[in-house]
């Protein structure tokens, strides 16, 4: 298993999240809505420029585990 942050989601990663989890959800640090982005398999907090993963369905919405991003 390549744990490269770069690397394209397995099938298993990529488990459809439920919509109506996605319209409760918010960023655990801003309370903003979040954006699924479904190639990276991630909820997307701009607000916080944070990444949270999706893994076998299961956002991790904490964030030490979220990815930095620059937007």
């Known amino acids: ?9 397995s099938a298993a990663e990529t488990a459809v ?4 989890l996605l319209e409760i959800l ?4 801003t309370k903003t809505s979040l ?3 479904r190639e990276r ?10 990444a949270y993963p999706i893994r076998d369905g299961i956002p991790i919405m ?3 585990e979220a990815r930095r991003i620059e937007e």
Do not use: G, I, K
């Open 41 to 50: 398999n991630e909820l997307v907090s701009l607000a916080a420029h944070l």
């Open 62 to 64: 904490l964030p030490e």
């Open 26 to 29: 918010v960023c655990p640090l």
């Open 1 to 9: 298993m390549n744990d490269s942050p770069a690397a394209t989601p």
């Open 17 to 20: 999240v439920d919509p109506r």
């Open 35 to 37: 954006r699924y982005d």
